[in-house]
């Protein structure tokens, strides 16, 4: 995360305070955490990694002095999505049973994952609490088939989905 500081005309601000903060969650009880701090480098910014859990709303603010206001940014907010992985078998056999599994990142217990059979959801299930899942499938007709896993939005991460994997029904 950088957090630029620069006059009217774009030049930088070096050697000013200031800090940039993090809130995470939601609702009025989330607090804003100071990430770093200090003054700005050479062309205006102030610089920290931070690595995103869920969804987070961060600013810059900076302190004033006798040549320069004090500021504050607007804030920003980054909704990453859970990473979701999964096994889809190539090639079925028409009448042949089949289990695919797959995980979520991070491990978290029921959360329900969707299972889309083409654009129709054609069955759900919920994460153990390592993060994993499965799904039992059965065709009766040659052909393809394209399968897609599917998480939906939630307060603290964004919606995510596998590619669709197209599935040789023989």
Do not use: C
């Not at 050697?15 to 993090?22: A, D, E, H, M, S």
């Not at 995103?52 to 004090?70: C, E, H, I, P, Q």
């Not at 399968?147 to 669709?164: K, N």
């Amino acid at each position: 995360m950088t957090g630029t500081l620069t006059r009217k005309d774009h030049s930088p601000l070096a050697n000013v305070n200031g800090v940039l903060q993090v809130k995470t969650g939601t609702g009025t009880s989330a607090a804003w955490q100071t990430i770093t701090s200090g003054p700005t480098d050479s062309h205006g910014t102030l610089t920290a990694t931070v690595p995103l859990s869920s969804k987070s709303t961060f600013r810059f603010a900076t302190d004033g002095s006798w040549a320069v206001a004090a500021g504050q940014s607007s804030d920003v907010t980054i909704t990453p999505s859970r990473l979701l992985t999964w096994s889809a078998p190539t090639s079925m056999k028409v009448g042949t049973t089949y289990i695919v599994g797959g995980t979520i990142s991070p491990a978290t217990p029921g959360i329900r994952v969707h299972l889309l059979k083409g654009s129709s959801e054609s069955d759900s299930t919920l994460t153990g609490a390592d993060g994993s899942f499965s799904f039992t499938l059965e065709e009766n007709k040659i052909g393809i088939v394209h399968y897609q896993a599917h998480l939906e939005a939630d307060s603290l991460f964004a919606a995510s989905s596998t590619p669709a994997f197209g599935t040789l029904i023989r």
